[in-house]
């Protein structure tokens, strides 16, 4: 299967999708949750991104979908351009497919050899190879601390770099093999692809652009669901949906009014129920954010 979508019930019950409304799909993937939208759909209309052009063999035979390839940071560039509707719902499933994931060749796995790549959207950017040469040690161990959580920072990226070039997964790992902590490969690995392929697509900068610009493409009353896989993302769709900036700065107006444009559906992000957490292991890092545009 190219991808189990997560929380599938839960995005169409906080999306509230309705027939005949307008939505976006900001992460097509395998294209599992934009299928369940368009089962709600009625002669609604249904947008949806994928900046993966693998992704876009997902697509149904369906007119009521435009399926676009590019990052969702400029949705709303495409909104005004096809002159698609006000919309009543966006979803975001924030992060990579399983399709991905599995593909050796796109290099996102620590299972795999495979090229140091990384990229979403293999026809441009810098790949992970490149990126570890361009960005500074300082830079990158401070990607490890803050990202990967990661405490021996500054060893690992020592490591990389004295190491350059490093061209595959496998190389990767052997140059800094001697920083892994004993008993802890497999999780520690995993932290330094995950904060390397943050870097590589600049996740939270497109994510933090999306947020930006969600309410102003939603009608008042449309929904925005957010599932997010890291406690970056997650800080930044937080912080978005109360106070309506990355920072989470309150805004007041003169009579001490909160001026976000979000109305939060609930405070505490949904998690995945034990079957799901049992079936789908990438469902255990998922929390599921709503909010109302007011
Ligand atoms: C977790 S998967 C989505 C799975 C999908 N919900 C499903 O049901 O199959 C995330 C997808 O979003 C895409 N993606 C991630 N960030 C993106 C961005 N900034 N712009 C466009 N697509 C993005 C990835 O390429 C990937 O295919």
Redesign the pocket.
């Known amino acids: 299967m190219?991808?189990d979508?997560?929380m599938?019930q839960e995005c169409i019950h906080w999306l509230d999708v309705k027939a005949g409304g307008c939505y976006m799909?900001?992460?097509?993937?395998?294209?599992?949750?934009?299928r369940a939208i368009l089962n709600h759909l009625g002669d609604g209309r249904l947008i949806a991104?994928?900046?993966?052009t693998?992704?876009h063999a997902?697509r149904p035979e369906d007119d009521r979908l435009t399926l676009v390839k590019?990052?969702?940071?400029y949705a709303d560039r495409y909104l005004r351009l096809s002159r698609f509707p006000a919309l009543d719902g966006i979803?975001a499933?924030?992060?990579?497919?399983s399709?991905?994931i599995d593909e050796a060749s796109r290099g996102f796995s620590t299972r795999f050899e495979g090229p140091l790549d990384m990229r979403?959207?293999r026809e441009g950017g810098a790949d992970a190879s490149r990126l570890i040469e361009e960005r500074s040690e300082a830079e990158l161990s401070l990607a490890f601390y803050e990202l990967g959580d990661i405490a021996n920072n500054r060893k690992l990226a020592a490591h990389i770099k004295s190491a350059l070039p490093i061209t595959s997964t496998a190389a990767l790992v052997e140059a800094i093999r001697q920083c892994i902590p004993p008993r802890e490969e497999n999780k520690y690995l995993a932290r330094v692809f995950q904060t390397l392929r943050i870097l590589v697509?600049d996740?939270l900068g497109?994510?933090n652009e999306?947020m930006e610009k969600a309410a102003s493409m939603l009608k008042p009353g449309g929904r925005m669901v957010v599932m997010s896989y890291h406690s970056a993302e997650d800080r930044i769709v937080k912080n978005h949906f109360r106070s309506g900036n990355a920072a989470g700065k309150e805004n007041k107006d003169f009579f001490g009014n909160n001026l976000s444009p979000w109305k939060l559906l609930f405070s505490k992000p949904v998690l995945s129920g034990a079957e799901e957490l049992e079936r789908n292991p990438r469902s255990r890092s998922a929390k599921l954010r709503a909010a109302e545009r007011l």
């Open positions: 190219y991808h979508p997560v599938l799909d900001a992460t097509f993937g395998g294209g599992g949750h934009s991104f994928d900046r993966d693998d992704a997902n590019a990052d969702f940071r979803l499933d924030l992060g990579i497919s399709h991905q979403m959207d697509n996740e497109a994510l999306l």
